[in-house]
Each structure stands twice: as C-alpha cells, then as structure tokens.
C-alpha cells in the first residue's frame, strides 16, 4: 500500500537548519513526482517544493534560495533541506506524491517546524 512517511521535524531557532526526510514505497517513488507542501495554523496548503516529471526542482518564491529537495534512489528517500529558517517557516510538512499537473495524489502524515527563539 502507499506509503509517505516524514520524519526530521522539531524545534529550531531563526537562522537554523533541518532536514526533513520522506521515506516512500518504492512504486510510488519511481512512478510519481515528489515534492513538499506545508499548512501553518489558519492558513491554506502552500506548495514549497517539488521536483518536475523531467528531473529538475520547483520552488516557492518564499523558501527559493534557503530550501532544497534532493533525493537518495537507492534509498527511496526525498529530503527537503531548509537553511536559514524564519518564523514564518513554522508549519506542518507534508511529503507529496502526484502523477502530473495538479494536486498530489498522495500525502503523508506530517511532521511539525517550528522556528522560534
């Protein structure tokens, strides 16, 4: 069955960094695109990152420059490394999984960022 399961989230001050790892079932991981979404209390969905069915990586304009998915085939693992977090970063995650444009298919449960001193 499908599977997205995050991990790598917790507590960090302005300025700091974390990597949030998502570890996926291995057909979905080769067949669909993966990316990151993030939902901050009262607000909506907001995209972070993703990568394209062609290989490269999308980006908001508010994480482009700090964030940065990658990914470990052999391990069946995206990352989403964010550097200089800011309060505004404070979200749940979400590891993502679509088959083409539009919304993921797919989510995983989520693992909490926050940035505060």
């Known amino acids: 069955q499908v599977q997205l399961v995050e991990s790598g989230g917790g507590l960090v001050q302005p300025g700091g960094s974390l990597r949030l790892s998502c570890a996926a079932s291995?057909?979905?991981?080769?067949?669909?695109?993966m990316g990151w979404y993030r939902q901050a209390p009262g607000k909506q969905r907001e995209f972070v990152a993703r990568f394209t069915g062609s290989g490269s990586t999308l980006y908001s304009d508010s994480v482009k420059g700090r964030f940065t998915i990658s990914r470990d085939n052999a391990k069946n693992t995206v990352y989403l490394q964010m550097n200089n977090l800011k309060p505004e970063d404070t979200a749940t995650y979400y590891c993502?999984?679509?088959?083409?444009?539009?919304?993921?298919?797919?989510w995983g449960q989520g693992t909490q960022v926050t940035v505060s001193s």
């Open positions: 993502t999984a679509r088959r083409g444009p539009g919304e993921p298919d797919y």
């Open positions: 291995g057909s979905i991981f080769r067949n669909y695109v």
